[in-house]
């Protein structure tokens, strides 16, 4: 790679979370995190992947790499098959739709969403740590508290409505073993051991190395 071609990689964050997740990686690229633009009603995954491509021109760049946590692996798996991506990294997520919990696709059959009052969607931070992982409350309180609720009750339908059957080799996939949202499920190209949901943040230096490297074989 010529000393002139810049690398951005480009960081989505999970549902329930935000930018500063990333906060706690060391990469050796400057990154890019993303926020959130307003969903249409009943958007499916692959629609809002390709209207975030389109606003913040991503298709325009060169040395494209995005990087996806929990929510927005699934958008990053998505946007893969959309760019001219050098790497995409999918991290505490799914690839494919049946990788994610059964319960998640009982739940979008009955169209659950619709029948919980947006005052229950925000969970618990006791219980959100639990199933999390982590003891980081004050940084996930902060987190859940800034989550804006229609956006939270569009992306839980989104989820539990998902329909990718096939994923991509070419991703690569980072998980915990440890994983009680998105338990590890089918192909990861890399697992990490006693990782949890929110090993982006209580494992950084584990995932940061593996992320290092794996750009080292492509850069």
């Known amino acids: 790679m010529k000393q002139n071609d810049h690398i951005k990689i480009f960081g989505i964050s999970g549902l329930g979370a935000d930018q500063r997740i990333f906060d706690y990686l060391h990469l050796d690229h400057e990154i890019i995190t993303l926020d959130w633009i307003e969903p249409k009603s009943k958007e499916t995954i692959a629609s809002y992947a390709q209207r975030l ?41 799914a690839t494919q739709t049946k990788e ?30 639990y199933l999390f992982g982590t ?11 800034d989550t ?29 073993t440890k ?6 499920k089918g192909q990861k190209t890399h697992l990490i051991k006693n990782g949890k949901h929110f090993m982006i943040v209580d494992m950084a230096d584990d995932v940061s190395r593996i992320i290092n490297e794996e750009l080292q074989k492509t850069f």
Do not use: C
Request: charged share 25%; no cysteine; glycine share 6%.
């Open 100 to 129: 994610l919990p059964w319960l998640f696709s009982i739940a979008g059959k009955l169209n659950l969403i619709r029948w919980i009052p947006k005052k229950l969607l925000k969970p618990n931070v006791r219980i959100a740590a």
């Open 148 to 176: 804006e609720v229609n956006f939270l009750k569009w992306g839980i339908y989104a989820i539990t409505t998902w329909k990718k059957p096939e994923s991509n080799s070419e991703i690569i996939t980072i998980h915990g």
């Open 53 to 93: 491509i389109d606003h913040y021109q991503i298709d325009k760049e060169t040395n494209i790499v995005i990087l996806g946590v929990s929510f927005g692996g699934m958008i990053a798996s998505e946007m893969h098959s959309l760019l001219d991506a050098k790497k995409t990294f999918v991290i505490s997520s």
């Open 179 to 184: 994983d009680k949202v998105v338990p590890a």
């Open 135 to 145: 003891k980081r409350k004050k940084l996930l309180k902060a987190i859940i508290d």
